[in-house]
C-alpha cells in the first residue's frame, strides 16, 4: 500500500510539472522605501498601508512617493506599471497623476519625464504601463507616484518597476 501510495503521488508531481518551464515573473526593482515628495508645507495628506498608497490633495497641495536607485546591473529597457483609482479628480490627464521616471545612462546622459497619466474624474482601478526602450545601458533611475496640483482623492497599487 505504502508503495502504491508513493507512485500515485510521484503521477501527481509529474503532471503538474510537465510541459514547458514555468515562465518566471519579471523581479520588481524598487524597493520598500519610499520618500514623500515635496515639500512639508505644501503637502496633502499621504499614506502607505497594505501596499496602497493614498493620497488627498486640497487646493494648493501636492502629493507623492519616490525612490531612487542604482540599477544592480546595467539595462536598456525599463517597464513601469501600477494601478490607480481615483475620486473627483479635478484636471485633464497629465504629469500631474502619473507614475513617472527620470532616468540616468551610463555615460551620464538623462532622459528625464518618461511618464504614464491616470484618467481624472472618478473611476475605479484603472492599469497603466509604460515600456522604455533605450539604445544606452541605464545606470539609475528616480521614480515617482505623483499626485500634483489637483485635487481629489487617489490611490495607487501594484507599482512595479522591471529592467531587461
Known amino acids: 500500500m505504502k508503495k502504491l501510495l508513493t507512485i500515485a503521488i510521484m503521477a501527481v508531481s509529474a503532471i503538474a510539472t510537465f510541459g514547458a518551464e514555468p515562465i518566471a515573473a519579471e523581479e520588481n526593482i524598487l524597493s520598500n522605501r519610499w520618500g514623500l515628495y515635496g515639500k512639508a508645507e505644501t ?5 502607505f498601508s497594505k501596499g ?9 497641495q501636492h502629493g507623492g512617493f519616490y525612490q531612487s536607485f542604482l540599477m544592480k546591473k546595467p539595462a536598456t529597457t525599463i517597464t513601469i506599471s501600477g494601478e490607480s483609482r481615483a475620486e473627483n479628480v479635478v484636471g485633464n490627464p497629465n504629469a500631474n497623476y502619473c507614475l513617472y521616471a527620470d532616468i540616468r545612462f551610463v555615460e551620464g546622459k538623462p532622459m528625464f519625464g518618461k511618464r504614464i497619466s491616470f484618467k481624472t474624474g472618478t473611476h475605479d482601478w484603472e492599469k497603466a504601463e509604460l515600456v522604455i526602450p533605450t539604445q544606452r545601458k541605464i545606470k539609475s533611475m528616480s521614480f515617482y507616484i505623483l499626485f500634483r ?16
Do not use: L
Not at 503637502?43 to 499614506?47: A, I
Not at 496602497?52 to 494648493?60: C, D, S
Not at 495607487?156 to 529592467?163: E, G, L, M, S, Y
Open 43 to 47: 503637502r496633502g495628506t499621504q499614506s
Open 149 to 164: 496640483n489637483m485635487t481629489g482623492k487617489v490611490q495607487f497599487r501594484n507599482i512595479k518597476v522591471t529592467a531587461k
Open 52 to 60: 496602497i498608497f493614498t493620497i488627498e490633495n486640497k487646493a494648493g
